[in-house]
């Protein structure tokens, strides 16, 4: 039994490892911000996880610890994500690619940004 | 009774966190959770008993359903970033999220954005979520028929 | 397997080493401020991920406490920082 959750663990490092090197390739080739954070949201929700994995089988480490950070980890990683890409809306980072339904539809936040910089033109 | 959604889960994180199953800890971690709950105020909400374990097996599929979501796009982004030629053609679709409650629509725009490959950029006032997927055309319509599904489950979650 | 585990933590170690100095530099050759946010973000899980290795190869599950605190305390940083950008306000 030892034996079969140790072999857990070493997969679970080598596979949580091969993720986050992936998520790091993708940080330094993709081409924009946007694409950016696909890579780089597999780092956290990935690696992380599998490590954490790692650490709950494989040896006898505070499990509770172990589960309550996974969950942590599956929760913040999305919201991170998100507001990064918000906020890189909201300042005006370009974007890379054709189709664009937030342009076509009236940019929420880059109306509201106009606007504000309107009335300081006006003031 | 609403008090108790509050309390059950602070408790179980406390005990989870301090990893102690002694009496006196127990009713410590139940001390401290009445009185966050007491500090929070939940909002009434009717608890329908009878649908509970049907919530309950939606909550699970849910989960299942996240979870394999998650495996096979990871593995696909994988393959893009990997891949020599970088094949891709990032975008931003609109979905509708079709949910009435904002607690509803806030879970599905987490679980788009938990999967690599597709990220939820600005959600309006109507609940149309603007996505940002890598591969457009490809993503479009799995992530619509897939939101679609979710939003049964969700339906079937809260009731 | 024990000498197979341990060989594995500590190349895993030596490869999160090595991705903390590209970040780094990619931090520090940022094209734009968001580019350099989402890498410190990024500095941030890495920390945590070495954390836990420690954690696995010194058998103590202080390190995973210690992690707990490391990763509420850069998700609120991260937040805030996005949101400072995006309003040009904090609260």
């Not at chain 2, 979870?67 to 891949?83: E, K, P």
């Not at chain 3, 940022?30 to 945590?48: H, K, P, Q, W, Y």
């Amino acid at each position: 039994m030892t034996t079969f959750l140790q072999i857990v663990a070493i997969v679970a490092v080598i596979a949580g490892t091969f993720f986050s090197l992936v998520g790091v390739v993708g940080y330094v080739r993709l081409p924009d911000v946007y694409t950016r954070l696909h890579a780089t949201g597999k780092v956290g929700v990935f690696g992380g996880v599998l490590l954490l994995a790692a650490a709950v089988s494989g040896t006898s480490l505070s499990i509770g610890k172990g589960l309550v950070l996974i969950a942590l980890l599956l929760i913040i990683g999305p919201v991170t994500s998100h507001a990064i890409a918000s906020a890189a809306y909201r300042v005006g980072i370009p974007m890379v690619g054709q189709r664009n339904d937030l342009q076509r539809d009236g940019a929420l936040a880059g109306q509201r940004l106009a606007g504000e910089q309107g009335q300081v033109q006006d003031g | 009774m609403h008090y108790l959604v509050v309390i059950l889960p602070l408790w179980l994180l406390y005990l989870l966190l301090t990893g102690n199953g002694e009496v006196s800890n127990l009713i410590v971690g139940l001390v401290l959770a009445v009185g966050a709950a007491a500090l929070l105020r939940p909002l009434p909400r009717p608890i329908i008993w009878r649908r509970v374990p049907g919530a309950l097996l939606a909550a699970v599929q849910y989960v299942g359903v996240l979870l394999w979501d998650l495996a096979r796009s990871g593995i696909q982004v994988t393959r893009i970033v990997l891949s020599p030629k970088l094949s891709i053609e990032p975008g931003v679709v609109a979905i509708p999220s079709g949910c009435a409650s904002e607690l509803a629509t806030a879970l599905s725009a987490h679980a788009i954005t938990v999967t690599p490959g597709e990220m939820v950029v600005e959600i309006d006032a109507d609940g149309v979520m603007y996505t940002h997927c890598l591969r457009v055309d490809a993503a479009a319509e799995y992530v619509a028929r897939a939101q679609t599904m979710r939003r049964d489950l969700l339906q079937r979650i809260f009731v | 397997m024990e000498a197979i585990l341990t060989a594995v933590l500590y190349g895993s170690l030596l490869l999160h080493i090595g991705m903390i100095a590209v970040t780094m530099w990619r931090v520090w050759r940022g094209e734009n401020v968001i580019d350099r946010l989402i890498g410190a973000d990024l500095l941030s899980t890495f920390t945590l991920a070495i954390l836990v290795l420690i954690a696995l190869i010194s058998q103590q599950s202080i390190y995973i406490d210690v992690a707990l605190g490391l990763v509420a305390l850069g998700f609120v940083g991260t937040i805030a920082l996005s949101k400072y950008l995006a309003d040009e306000q904090m609260f």
